[in-house]
């Protein structure tokens, strides 16, 4: 469905065919659809209990945390523990056996970049006591060499793989079912979505045959997960108006979270400089690959040495002429002020993940990372000024990632001198990510022959105090045209 008339209400009902439904708006604000520009519809596994674990105090207060779940996991279900900070609480298989031998537990960062397994998780998902590391992660190991459950960047990647792939495609695809129906009842209707898993392309493949994929999902394949790679891009899509592949998704290093994003300089805390989870020439390569296929790239980024390397990467990319594909740079947590004048002449856009500002940035983060060297925490007005674009993701689940919150937490990052203005940071959800990705002649706005893309909003975050902007509600939403979501009108 496409806008017919944009206009006055006079217009708009002098035009309209007699018995045509008229909804009456009452005043409320009307914005172009929101888009998602990271999301991770397609994490989907088999039946589980989640439990949040951020509030944890410790080990001790995760595993009772978890423990006091126990009881409500289905049964041959598994018990999934969100929003883990290893920094804050960090043991190993024995920890999470003290809580269930027979139930399977995985435990995961909110960015998926560590999880944490009991001894029945890893059996259920095949990984043996001496399975071998990736090139680009490692499993942690007890002093005879056994795998003791927590598994960090790569190998991470490859647990939550093989916990996907677990399912059936008809547990992933009405699991992304219900992810899509959360985002439109908070008025995400498009999406860059990173579900990189074969198993998640065989979902959203079925979803699109039956005409049930009710939002736009561009589609970011990830070649450091070859399976799922191969899937994607051999997937010739039922229905390319619904889903259809973006850029090649890398992951450059890990985060700070994790205390894995790879710094110029040593962490005081452990005495290393994180971790590069792919070399310089391979980066390059990929790059250059993707936007040689038309496609592009969106490189993901933390720490100043991995920002350095991705904008080296888009700079040798775009080296060759025109770009047809995307050029991004997502997350940069910690960017020296030479890198991000950088970025801003590449006009490549920049991936703003505004989840994860409280979680990363605070004491034994950034105070690690500073050093001597002038290094900007969060460079938010560095990277997206000028004219950069900048777009804003969640890098989650929708049921874990309201845009009123996202917003709200942009629009007052810990670093106050890298403040957007608050009109950028609202077009990062609506104008510009369509913009970016090539397709403002279809979507992105509210004009006549553009997808009929729409929410309806309790309150206009740019006029309301910044606290009352997370509780934004979503009273309508409109996907291609179609009624998606509705509230009180």
């Given amino acids: 469905g496409k806008f017919a008339l944009v206009g006055s209400r006079d217009d708009v009902i002098k035009a309209a065919r007699p018995g045509t439904p008229v909804i009456d708006l009452g005043g ?261 690959a993707a936007v040689a296929g038309g496609r592009g790239v969106s490189l993901h980024a933390s720490g100043d040495r991995g920002v350095r390397m991705a904008v080296d990467a888009l700079e040798r990319a775009a080296a060759g002429g025109t770009v047809r594909g995307e050029l991004r740079l997502e997350r940069a947590d910690l960017v020296q002020p030479q890198d991000a004048a950088r970025f801003r002449k590449l006009g490549a856009t920049f991936v703003l993940l505004p989840w994860q500002l409280p979680q990363d940035i605070g004491p034994g983060t950034v105070e690690d990372t500073t050093g001597a060297a002038p290094r900007v925490p969060h460079p938010i007005r560095s990277l997206a000024s000028g004219g950069t674009p900048l777009v804003i993701g969640t890098d989650a689940t929708p049921g874990n990632s309201p845009p009123g919150l996202a917003l709200q937490r942009a629009m007052n990052p810990p670093n106050a001198a890298e403040l957007p203005a608050p009109q950028l940071i609202l077009h990062g959800l609506t104008v510009t990510p369509a913009r970016s990705a090539h397709e403002d002649a279809v979507g992105g706005t509210i004009e006549v022959g553009k997808r009929a893309d729409l929410v309806v909003v309790d309150r206009d975050p740019l006029r309301v105090p910044s606290q009352l902007v997370p509780a934004m509600k979503a009273l309508l939403v409109i996907s291609n045209g179609e009624i998606v979501h509705r509230l009180g009108i």
């Fill in 28 to 288: 409320w604000v009307v914005y172009p659809g929101f888009h998602d520009s990271h999301s991770r519809l397609g994490e989907c596994g088999p039946e589980a209990l989640e439990v949040p674990l951020g509030d944890a105090a410790g080990p001790t207060g995760l595993a009772a945390a978890l423990h006091d779940s126990l009881p409500r996991a289905p049964r041959g279900g598994w018990l999934l523990g969100t929003d883990w900070d290893p920094r804050a609480a960090r043991g190993t298989r024995a920890t999470l056996d003290s809580v269930s031998t027979s139930t399977p537990i995985l435990v995961r960062t909110r960015d998926g970049h560590a999880v944490w397994l009991n001894s029945r998780g890893l059996d259920a998902l095949g990984l043996k006591p001496d399975a071998r590391d990736p090139d680009d992660g490692w499993f942690e190991r007890d002093a005879a060499g056994r795998l003791n459950g927590v598994c960090f960047e790569g190998a991470a990647f490859q647990v939550i793989e093989r916990w996907v792939s677990s399912a059936s495609v008809e547990q992933v695809a009405a699991c992304i079912e219900q992810n899509i129906q959360a985002a439109a009842r908070r008025g995400v209707v498009s999406f860059h979505d990173a579900s990189p898993y074969a198993r998640s392309a065989q979902a959203f493949a079925l979803l699109a045959r039956r005409g049930r994929l009710k939002a736009r999902v561009l589609q970011m394949p990830m070649p450091q997960l070859p399976d799922g790679y191969a899937e994607w891009t051999r997937l010739r899509s039922p229905d390319p108006e619904r889903l259809a592949l973006g850029p090649d998704l890398v992951a450059v290093d890990g985060t700070l979270t994790a205390g894995t994003a790879a710094v110029g300089r040593p962490y005081r805390s452990v005495r290393d400089s994180g971790y590069a989870l792919v070399s310089q020439g391979r980066l390059d390569s990929l790059a250059r």
